[in-house]
């Protein structure tokens, strides 16, 4: 079984609407991340959390929020879908001990907004 | 912005040769880690040097590490056709956060 899973992986939805991107992880780790992927980009960091209830804003924030209400959920949410929101979108997980840190992604979750 | 810049872009090669990704970064770093990503799916990490490193090996893959020139490189030796992804070079941040390029899209011919 995967140990950070996805949902949905694959989602078309409408400018303006409100769509939910749930992460969730057995990893026991007490950091998550939300990464979009846009092509020739790279990933960016959207938010990022360190235990339940922290939210930080990453690199690109605006447009979206996440909840954090258990240790092994993250969830994004696009609040009014826009179509530059058409992404790859990554979950990622770490136990942040120390440094140096290593992410375990999830497979990704693709959205179009049309 | 991105962090760390990785070239070639895109790299195409025979199987049994050995493929070379470079990654550039700007600020100072920590640590460098580069991932790998096969089509449509996570990525899945590879390898990490540190800033006190200057090379590292694991399995067919060397990377080295230029802190000097703020640079990375990774090779693959005896390339197979599953080796085809796209690779990623990731540089800790501010505030614990990570940084990717762009990536490198290797493709091995069988």
């Known amino acids: 079984d995967a140990d950070v899973t996805q949902t949905p992986r694959n989602r078309i939805t409408k400018t303006g609407k409100r769509i939910m991107l749930e992460c969730s992880q057995t990893?026991?780790?007490?950091?998550m991340y939300w990464y979009r992927q846009d092509p020739g980009l790279g990933l960016r960091l959207i938010y990022y959390s360190f235990d339940v209830k922290d939210i930080n804003k990453g690199e690109i924030s605006d447009g979206y929020s996440v909840s954090r209400q258990a240790q092994a959920k993250f969830s994004l949410s696009l609040e009014s879908a826009i179509p530059n929101q058409t992404a790859l979108y990554f979950c990622?997980?770490?136990?942040?001990?120390?440094?140096?840190?290593?992410?375990?992604f999830g497979p990704g979750t693709r959205l179009l907004v049309l | 912005s991105q962090q760390g810049e990785e070239d070639p872009q895109a790299l195409s090669i025979q199987e049994g040769e050995n493929a070379t990704m470079n990654c550039s970064y700007k600020t100072s770093i920590n640590n460098l880690q580069w991932y790998r990503q096969n089509s449509g799916r996570g990525l899945v990490h590879l390898i990490l040097i540190r800033s006190n490193e200057r090379e590292k090996h694991s399995g067919r893959l060397r990377v080295t590490l230029d802190t000097s020139k703020k640079s990375s490189s990774l090779l693959i030796t005896a390339s197979r056709a599953a080796d085809t992804a796209s690779y990623f070079c990731a540089t800790d941040g501010n505030n614990n956060d990570m940084r990717f390029g762009a990536g490198t899209r290797l493709t091995v011919k069988p």
């Open positions: 990622a997980t770490s136990d942040g001990s120390g440094s140096p840190e290593t992410q375990y």
């Open positions: 990893k026991g780790h007490d950091r």
